[in-house]
């Protein structure tokens, strides 16, 4: 496809929040990497036609695309997942990522990831990922990215890796350089009123809490939305009920279209379960948006 108009190939592809972000813009999805039985259904539902390889550690000779996004399990350098990085199992499939970006050379690259990657074992696993990709030709910029910065009622920051084949430029370009994309990129104290309230709650001032061992609140938001949340630990408090979010909640502070998740076949608990895994798509659009406006100049 031309300039204008992206080819991606989506890898560990969760709920397809890439498809979702990258849409509003005109790219295409190429194909898909996924396993997880769930999310296979999701994206088999909305997106019928086109591929999923399965394990990305199988995947050989894919169509050639101009971009590969890829968000790596993120278990393996969490605070949960007691930070064991790339001698994790599923830290392995960073290496994939790598694998599968030398042998088709796209010409941008985006990989996502909790904070903690950038700690791991003193920054080793970080620096040995991002000088695997530096072997293959590219240059890469990073930045950790608050999801409440761009519009949606959740603390949820993550790590964005931007490389683009041979100019560092450009990939620093994409996170750093446009003032707009700089002041929503910060962490704010505030999101838009309830705007993610479900069952007539909408626009209520309400707080976020999680009610897991270390409890969490967030006025106008909910606190970071995690996979082994569902059906438990995350809610509201407003001024008359508290209460869990509902799965529709759930979609709407990780920037999904309503229902999204509601497949034939996966209950409210798993919904929310891959939701907590997911990207946050207005995060992903921004980046989508940046990549399109540099790679026109």
């Not at 962490?187 to 993610?196: I, S, V």
């Amino acid at each position: 496809m031309g300039r204008n108009g992206f080819a991606f190939g989506s890898i560990c592809s969760g709920i397809e929040g890439a498809s979702v972000a990258f849409h509003p813009l005109g790219w295409e999805a190429r194909y898909f990497s996924e396993v997880n039985p769930v999310c296979c259904k999701i994206i088999e539902h909305h997106y019928t036609d086109v591929t999923n390889y399965g394990d990305l550690t199988k995947i050989d000779k894919p169509a050639h695309v101009d971009l590969i996004i890829g968000g790596t399990p993120c278990q393996s350098f969490s605070v949960t997942g007691l930070r064991k990085g790339l001698d994790d199992a599923r830290g392995q499939l960073s290496r994939s990522f790598c694998r599968l970006v030398a042998d088709t050379r796209p010409r941008w690259i985006v990989w996502e990831n909790v904070p903690g990657a950038l700690r791991t074992d003193e920054g080793r696993g970080f620096g040995s990922l991002i000088g695997a990709l530096v072997e293959c030709g590219y240059r890469c910029a990073w930045r950790v990215l608050d999801a409440i910065g761009f519009g949606i009622a959740q603390r949820r920051q993550r790590v964005f890796v931007v490389g683009h084949f041979g100019d560092w430029r450009r990939a620093a370009a994409v996170l750093f350089d446009e003032p707009r994309g700089q002041a929503n990129a910060r962490t704010t104290t505030k999101a838009r009123k309830g705007r993610f309230l479900d069952n007539g709650h909408a626009g209520k001032a309400c707080v976020g809490w999680t009610g897991d061992t270390t409890p969490k609140f967030q006025l106008e938001a909910t606190p970071t939305l995690r996979a082994g949340q569902g059906g438990e630990g995350v809610g509201v408090l407003t001024d008359d009920l508290m209460r869990r979010l509902t799965p529709r909640e759930w979609e709407r502070v990780q920037g999904f279209p309503d229902d999204y998740t509601a497949v034939p076949g996966v209950s409210d608990r798993q919904r929310m379960r891959v939701l907590g895994n997911s990207f946050p798509v207005p995060v992903v659009h921004w980046i989508g948006r940046r990549i399109s406006e540099v790679d026109a100049l």
